[in-house]
């Protein structure tokens, strides 16, 4: 573990030399200091991980040393701490950028174990940056980046399957970012150089799927007036990309098993094999396993595909990567539409951050790009958010497990009107999904709970995206 240097202002000669015994036990480099100044310089020397400051001192603050200090790096860790235990003063120092806030007296493990988390994130976040630049630089992986601890370790087994020949199987909703993981995994693969080719199952029609898939020969079919290659074998090399493998017919499933098998294929219409040297991604947004105890899939086949798995979590179980994502998308968005947005405005951050985003990142993609196209401001600001994202305050605030409760599900009519039909779905998303959740995930069940069908069910999860 790396060695953390951690800074110390205190104008309290007592407090600064507490906080050194007490952190040197804990095997941190220290350095104190009773001023702002003397710190400020030494730190743009050498930067500290960490720095835990007084709030209140003669001369500048503690909010005016924070200030300086993320002006020299923004990624800097603060602490700060105060025997004013006043609420503007806290408001103050977390606006300027403060990690955490204590007050005097503290809770010395208190402050111990938050210091520790401190350190986490700090170096989470340096492994991330470092990542993010590689993999951004190189094939436009900025859909999937963000601090959180979920995906760290999505990253880390992304890099650590890349120079496998294993097949891997990449699971999560729609929209989460399944096939720019697919590609990052391609890209750190010996096999880069070679082709990428994508099949999204759901998207070929059913008769029409082996030959896009094998290919087929002059004749054999009406229309079929030379030899065509298909995309299995323009990925020789390279990697197939198997996007909503669960779309697959029984009957195709039978032959892909074959191919993953033997490596090799006919041609429709041929009776020569064709082996080809690729590797296998498969991706789905269902839950697989109830595929396969419904025999709509193969459990030969998910077994063969299912050597390496991926799960992608949805946006909503990593609410900490909002902010940087909308953030990354701002200046996607400003670049791609010639604008010069600055920032997003608190009270449309704190919009998005309470959202539920039943389409994971593509709709808080969507969302930023439709602000920064009709925003007209220096700012994104809540007027500039979709309908659905605004209303879902108001919706929140009624109890979606009281269906009989008139209110259940509504959404005050603002001043300016409200989208009556995007309230509506967002309503009916979020109750499919609370049933999902209470059902353990298994449509059938939750269909049940609801009282309609399992194609109903069915089609709004489709129609949902979910």
């Given at each position: 573990?790396?060695?953390?240097?951690?800074?110390?202002?205190?104008?309290?000669?007592?407090?600064?030399e507490?906080?050194d015994?007490?952190?040197?036990?804990?095997?941190?480099?220290?350095?104190?200091?009773?001023?702002?100044?003397?710190?400020?310089?030494?730190?743009?020397?050498?930067?500290?991980?960490?720095v835990?400051?007084?709030?209140?001192?003669?001369?500048?603050?503690?909010?005016?040393?924070?200030?300086?200090?993320?002006?020299?790096?923004?990624?800097?860790?603060?602490?700060?701490?105060?025997?004013?235990?006043?609420?503007?003063?806290?408001?103050?120092?977390?606006?300027?950028?403060?990690?955490?806030?204590?007050?005097?007296p503290?809770n010395?493990?208190?402050?111990?174990?938050?210091?520790?988390?401190?350190?986490?994130?700090?170096?989470?976040?340096?492994?991330?940056?470092?990542?993010?630049k590689d993999?951004?630089?190189?094939?436009?992986?900025?859909?999937?980046?963000?601090?959180?601890?979920?995906?760290?370790?999505?990253?880390?087994?992304?890099?650590?399957?890349?120079?496998?020949?294993a097949?891997?199987?990449?699971?999560?909703?729609?929209g989460?970012?399944?096939?720019?993981?697919?590609?990052?995994?391609?890209?750190e693969?010996?096999?880069?150089?070679?082709?990428f080719?994508?099949?999204?199952?759901?998207?070929i029609p059913?008769?029409?799927?082996?030959?896009?898939l094998?290919?087929?020969?002059?004749?054999?079919?009406?229309?079929?007036?030379?030899?065509?290659?298909g995309?299995?074998?323009?990925?020789?090399?390279?990697?197939?990309?198997?996007?909503?493998?669960?779309?697959?017919?029984?009957?195709?499933?039978?032959?892909?098993?074959?191919?993953?098998?033997?490596?090799?294929?006919?041609?429709?219409?041929?009776?020569?094999?064709?082996s080809?040297?690729?590797?296998?991604?498969?991706?789905?947004?269902?839950?697989?396993?109830?595929?396969?105890?419904?025999?709509?899939?193969r459990?030969?086949?998910?077994?063969?595909?299912?050597?390496i798995?991926?799960?992608?979590?949805?946006?909503?179980?990593?609410?900490?990567?909002?902010?940087?994502?909308?953030?990354?998308?701002?200046?996607k968005?400003?670049?791609?539409l010639?604008?010069?947005?600055?920032?997003?405005s608190e009270?449309?951050?704190?919009?998005?951050?309470?959202?539920h985003?039943?389409?994971?990142?593509?709709?808080?993609?969507?969302?930023?790009?439709?602000?920064?196209?009709?925003?007209?401001?220096?700012?994104?600001?809540?007027?500039?958010?979709?309908?659905s994202?605004?209303?879902?305050r108001?919706?929140?605030?009624s109890?979606?497990?009281?269906?009989?409760?008139?209110?259940a599900g509504?959404?005050?009519?603002?001043?300016?009107?409200m989208?009556?039909?995007?309230?509506?779905?967002?309503?009916?998303?979020r109750?499919i999904?609370?049933?999902?959740?209470?059902?353990?995930?298994?449509?059938?069940?939750?269909?049940?709970?609801?009282?309609?069908?399992?194609?109903?069910?069915?089609?709004?999860?489709?129609k949902?995206?979910?």
């Open positions: 573990m790396p060695k953390y240097r951690i800074m110390v202002v205190d104008d309290e000669k007592s407090m600064r507490f906080l015994i007490m952190l040197r036990k804990e095997g941190y480099d220290v350095e104190s200091f009773a001023s702002v100044e003397p710190a400020v310089e030494r730190f743009r020397a050498t930067p500290s991980d960490l835990i400051t007084d709030l209140k001192m003669p001369g500048p603050s503690g909010v005016h040393l924070l200030k300086e200090l993320k002006g020299i790096r923004d990624d800097v860790m603060v602490i700060v701490i105060t025997a004013y235990a006043s609420v503007d003063s806290a408001i103050e120092a977390m606006k300027a950028g403060a990690y955490d806030y204590f007050t005097k503290f010395v493990e208190e402050i111990k174990l938050n210091i520790k988390r401190a350190l986490n994130v700090r170096m989470l976040e340096r492994e991330n940056v470092l990542l993010k993999l951004k630089s190189r094939y436009g992986f900025g859909n999937l980046v963000g601090t959180s601890r979920k995906m760290a370790e999505i990253y880390g087994l992304i890099m650590s399957v890349a120079a496998t020949r097949n891997v199987f990449i699971t999560g909703e729609s989460t970012g399944k096939e720019l993981a697919a590609r990052a995994i391609h890209a693969s010996p096999r880069k150089d070679k082709p080719v994508t099949v999204n199952c759901g998207a059913e008769s029409l799927v082996e030959s896009e094998f290919g087929y020969v002059r004749g054999a079919f009406t229309g079929a007036y030379a030899d065509k290659a995309l299995a074998e323009m990925a020789d090399g390279g990697t197939l990309f198997l996007d909503e493998i669960t779309e697959l017919p029984l009957n195709l499933q039978v032959k892909l098993l074959r191919f993953i098998q033997e490596k090799s294929f006919r041609r429709v219409g041929g009776t020569a094999d064709v080809v040297d690729m590797r296998l991604i498969a991706a789905t947004n269902r839950e697989i396993e109830e595929e396969v105890r419904e025999g709509r899939f459990e030969d086949l998910y077994y063969r595909l299912n050597v798995r991926i799960d992608i979590p949805p946006l909503r179980e990593r609410p900490e990567d909002i902010a940087p994502l909308a953030r990354y998308f701002l200046k968005y400003n670049k791609e010639g604008k010069d947005i600055k920032r997003i009270e449309a951050l704190k919009l998005l951050m309470d959202y985003y039943s389409g994971n990142v593509r709709e808080l993609e969507n969302a930023i790009e439709r602000a920064v196209t009709l925003e007209t401001k220096d700012f994104i600001g809540a007027a500039s958010l979709p309908p994202i605004r209303n879902s108001d919706a929140s605030a109890n979606p497990d009281l269906p009989g409760n008139p209110a509504g959404a005050a009519i603002l001043p300016d009107g989208d009556l039909e995007a309230t509506v779905s967002e309503f009916e998303k109750i999904g609370e049933a999902l959740r209470k059902a353990g995930g298994v449509k059938k069940k939750a269909a049940e709970l609801l009282g309609i069908s399992f194609r109903s069910i069915r089609y709004k999860l489709n949902y995206g979910q």
